[in-house]
C-alpha cells in the first residue's frame, strides 16, 4: 500500500521557517516526481514544489521561488520542505503526492497523496 505522512507543520512567526517533511512507502518514489501542494481557506489547492530525484531536477512556483527549498533523502525515503522567511500568505495545509512521470504541478499528475499538515503564519 502506498503512504505518504507529512510532518513538520505548526504555528510560526511571519519570517519564520519551517521544515515539512514527507515520509513515503510503498513506492518507488525516486522513480517519478514527489510534489508538495497546499491549500489555503477558501482557495484551490496549488501547486508549491517537486522534486525528482534522480534527475536532480526541482521546480517551484513563483510564489515561494527564492524562500523554499526541496530535497530528498532516498535512504529514509524522505522528501523535506524547507521553508524560510514565511509569509502569513503561506498559511495553508500542505499536502505532499506522488506518482507524476515528470516535473510539474498540476494536481491531476498526482495519484498519490498524504493526508496533510497545517501550517499558519501569523501577523
Known amino acids: 500500500e502506498v503512504q505518504l505522512v507529512e510532518s513538520g507543520g505548526g504555528l510560526v512567526q511571519a519570517g519564520g521557517s519551517l521544515r515539512l517533511s514527507c515520509a513515503v512507502s510503498?513506492?518507488?518514489?525516486?522513480?517519478?516526481?514527489i510534489g508538495w501542494f497546499r491549500q489555503a481557506p477558501g482557495k484551490e489547492r496549488e501547486g508549491v514544489s517537486c522534486?525528482?530525484?534522480?534527475?536532480?531536477?526541482?521546480y517551484y512556483a513563483d510564489s515561494v521561488k527564492g524562500r523554499f527549498t526541496i530535497s530528498s533523502d532516498n535512504a529514509k525515503n524522505t522528501v523535506y520542505l524547507q521553508m524560510n522567511s514565511l509569509k502569513p500568505e503561506d498559511t495553508a495545509v500542505y499536502y505532499c503526492?506522488?506518482?507524476?512521470?515528470?516535473?510539474?504541478?498540476?494536481?491531476?499528475?498526482?495519484?498519490?497523496w498524504g493526508q496533510g499538515t497545517q501550517v499558519t503564519v501569523s501577523s
Open positions: 503526492a506522488a506518482g507524476a512521470q515528470w516535473l510539474i504541478l498540476n494536481l491531476n499528475e498526482y495519484g498519490y
Open positions: 510503498g513506492f518507488t518514489f525516486d522513480d517519478y516526481a
Open positions: 522534486i525528482n530525484s534522480n534527475a536532480g531536477s526541482t
